[in-house]
T-cell receptor
Framework: ETGVTQSPTHLIKTRGQQVTLRCSSQSGHNTVSWYQQALGQGPQFIFQYYREEENGRGNFPPRFSGLQFPNYSSELNVNALELDDSALYLC????????????FGPGTRLTVT | RKEVEQDPGPFNVPEGATVAFNCTYSNSASQSFFWYRQDCRKEPKLLMSVYSSGNEDGRFTAQLNRASQYISLLIRDSKLSDSATYLCVVSLGGGTSYGKLTFGQGTILTVHP
């Protein structure tokens, strides 16, 4: 096990609602990255947080936002949910100095109806 | 053109077979290369890093050709437990791209008795 935890495991929301997903990073890691994985696709980078600041963002609209807390845990917030937001949301923790070695949590499966 | 493209698959092979996966990437500035394995409805896990000199880990051999922007993974003596989706992953490294992993769409491998 990687030591990265995510909650909740599964979630069902209605279009237009807002959702918050949570991630606890592996002990000693200071960086959290979030990815969206649609069915049958590889994960896509949403953004990365380091020292409580956004440190890089993929091609996602502003309604995808995040936070990192002093203990390095993180939240992903999605506003105005759309049907296409249905996906597995993965967080990965790492050390900034070794950000290419990322350890993934089990993911949150979000279904938007 | 996708940043990382993999053989579409799926691959269906008998136990003991040798199977090869191919991947190409579009950004010549890419610095780090990996193969991840993802079991059904689970998180991706790092299988191995890929180096220009080629590297081997037991039954698995990875190769990188920077000139052709091509990455490969060879699995010898396939086992039933090798059944999974194999993801080709590339990272630019450095600056705000640090830690952004770009995934291919994945290739499904099924090993049958």
């Amino acid at each position: 096990e990687t030591g990265v935890t995510q909650s909740p495991t599964h979630l069902i929301k209605t279009r237009g609602q807002q959702v918050t997903l949570r991630c606890s990073s592996q002990s000693g890691h200071n960086t959290v990255s979030w990815y969206q994985q649609a069915l049958g696709q590889g994960p896509q980078f949403i953004f990365q947080y380091y020292r409580e600041e956004e440190n890089g963002r993929g091609n996602f609209p502003p309604r995808f936002s995040g936070l990192q807390f002093p203990n390095y845990s993180s939240e992903l917030n999605v506003n105005a949910l759309e049907l296409d937001d249905s996906a597995l949301y993965l967080c990965a923790s790492s050390l900034m100095e070794q950000s290419y070695e990322q350890y993934f949590g089990p993911g949150t499966r979000l279904t938007v109806t | 053109r996708k940043e990382v493209e993999q053989d579409p698959g799926p691959f269906n092979v008998p136990e003991g077979a040798t199977v090869a996966f191919n991947c190409t990437y579009s950004n010549s500035a890419s610095q780090s290369f990996f193969w991840y394995r993802q079991d059904c409805r689970k998180e991706p896990k790092l299988l191995m890093s890929v180096y220009s000199s080629g590297n081997e880990d037991g039954r698995f051999t990875a190769q990188l050709n920077r000139a052709s922007q091509y990455i490969s993974l060879l699995i010898r003596d396939s086992k039933l437990s090798d059944s999974a989706t194999y993801l080709c992953v590339v990272s630019l490294g450095g600056g705000t791209s640090y830690g952004k992993l770009t995934f291919g769409q994945g290739t499904i491998l099924t090993v049958h008795p």
